[in-house]
């Protein structure tokens, strides 16, 4: 039986690669820039062949250079936040990435050239693809620019509710760069009412054929209160015709890549897809790509580390490092080190202090290996021993711990993967210092323990470099 309109929508306009959402438009963008990076190698290519007056064979014979170019491109794309929000509305802000992006791209494959030659582009065609690649990617969102952001690409919703858990799926819908828009609020008398153009349930007399008249793709449940009010039977005849229905604490992590606190609840935790057993093999990786990556770093920084420990011990009195116990895995704790970069008498009264914006105890020289994450460095050997992996949730330390469990619900169940130098709550919440910056973080680091797989390690990774370029408030 053929779908109604609609009624496959949320499959077709997000997908879920690896337990992560990426929006369709995303998706098709990125593939459409992939083809276009091939054809502005290909197009370098010729170029500089007839320049120099050599010929031009087929062009099987330079598979290799053509998709190492597409493939180092792309990579610095994602890594620099071209697929972001902000890209995706602005042409402006677009292009500004996409000069970096292909500027770190060509780079890297200069470096690479040495190494592996067979495989890369002559610098001077690497040169001409640039150019040509630059046109490319930003005549493809010049065109697509307003489709990319428009209806055409956003699912369709019909909300279950018209309180407070209905107003937050409104604000979210009102983002720049959302992938949703909701096309009718149903009140279902669970509480007060907060959205005033909703309908009352009791004003429609088949819920689910009243959804599928406003093509929509999926339903949110989002009911103030849940005891008694279930609507077992609109919701088991609305999924038999084939439209998506999500409870609002699945759906607010798929749109926001972080667990609600607010809505959610133990048994959502428990039942819910995630925190799988079934990743033995992933965490077998992980370890074996922290210790060959971590002892490379250390090889390549070592004198970086080296240079920064002099200048930290001329700029100010003290020790060039300093070690502190941080909480690690399963609540265990161990030793971190880090180039020191705060005065030596940051804490002379012995307790655990947040750091601050523009925190006076940070020295001249400590403000930049903060802002340049020179001063995290040290923390590879702490990988290298398997204290620390290069991608987890933050370690903190005891008193903080125990002060944050008292106020936050599942603190501890950060603890239940291996800390990390970045993260999901780096890459996605600028570093904060108070109890509700610590709840949004939480939120994130539930969804990195919730939804762990090497896809998203890799992709934490990549984009860590746009932290690095554009730093929000490093301390």
Not at 27 to 42: N, R, S
Not at 82 to 87: D, H, M, R
Not at 139 to 147: C, D, F, K, Q, Y
Not at 235 to 254: A, D, M, P, W, Y
Request: proline share 4%; net charge positive; charged share 20%.
């Amino acid at each position: 039986m053929a779908c109604p309109p609609g009624a496959a929508g949320n499959a077709r306009r997000m997908i879920r690669l690896f337990k992560h959402y990426v929006p369709h438009a995303v998706l098709l963008l990125g593939l459409l820039d992939f083809l276009l990076l091939i054809g502005a190698a290909e197009g370098g290519w010729i170029l500089r062949a007839h320049q120099i007056g050599m010929n031009v064979d087929h062009v099987t014979t330079r598979i290799g250079p053509l998709v190492s170019f597409g493939i180092a491109i792309q990579t610095a794309m994602i890594a620099v936040g071209v697929y972001g929000p902000e890209a995706l509305q602005s042409i402006r802000y677009a292009l500004a990435r996409l000069l970096v992006a292909i500027s770190l791209g060509v780079l890297f494959l200069s470096v690479m050239h040495f190494l592996l030659p067979d495989i890369t582009l002559w610098r001077s065609n690497s040169l001409y693809a640039m150019g040509l690649a630059i046109a490319m990617l930003l005549a493809i969102r010049i065109l697509l620019g307003s489709m990319l952001g428009g209806e055409a690409f956003k699912r369709r919703l019909v909300v279950l509710g018209a309180g407070n858990r209905a107003a937050r799926i409104r604000e979210i819908e009102q983002r720049k760069g959302s992938g949703f828009l909701i096309v009718g609020y149903i009140a279902m008398n669970d509480g007060s009412q907060v959205i005033p153009e909703a309908i009352n349930r009791g004003a429609i007399y088949n819920l689910a054929d009243f959804v599928v008249r406003l093509a929509a793709s999926e339903v949110v449940l989002a009911l103030e209160e849940r005891r008694n009010a279930l609507p077992l039977g609109d919701l088991l005849r609305i999924k038999t015709t084939g439209v998506h229905v999500n409870e609002i604490s699945t759906f607010l992590e798929r749109e926001t890549g972080r667990v609600d606190l607010d809505s959610v609840n133990p048994s959502w935790l428990i039942f819910s897809d995630g925190f799988s057993a079934g990743r033995r093999i992933s965490s077998i990786a992980k370890r074996l790509f922290d210790i060959i990556a971590s002892s490379i770093l250390l090889l390549l920084t070592g004198p970086i580390i080296l240079l920064a420990a002099i200048l930290v011990k001329l700029d100010s009195k003290g020790s060039a490092f300093y070690r502190q116990q941080r909480v690690g895995l399963f609540g265990e704790e161990f030793w971190i080190v880090k180039l020191r970069t705060m005065r030596q008498d940051a804490e002379s009264s012995g307790q655990a202090v947040w750091a601050e914006k523009d925190d006076p105890r940070i020295t001249r020289l400590g403000y930049w290996l903060r802002k340049l994450r020179i001063d995290e460095l040290p923390q590879t050997w702490t990988v290298l021993k398997g204290e620390m992996s290069f991608v987890g949730p933050r370690p903190e330390r005891r008193q903080f711990v125990e002060d944050l469990e008292q106020h936050l619900r599942y603190y501890a169940e950060r603890h239940m993967v291996k800390p990390g130098i970045t993260g999901w709550a780096q890459i996605n919440y600028p570093y904060g210092a108070s109890i509700e910056d610590a709840r949004h973080k939480l939120e994130y680091d539930l969804y990195y323990a919730k939804n762990y797989t090497p896809f998203l390690d890799l992709l934490i990774l990549i984009q860590t470099l746009r932290v690095i370029l554009w730093p929000e408030g490093a301390r």
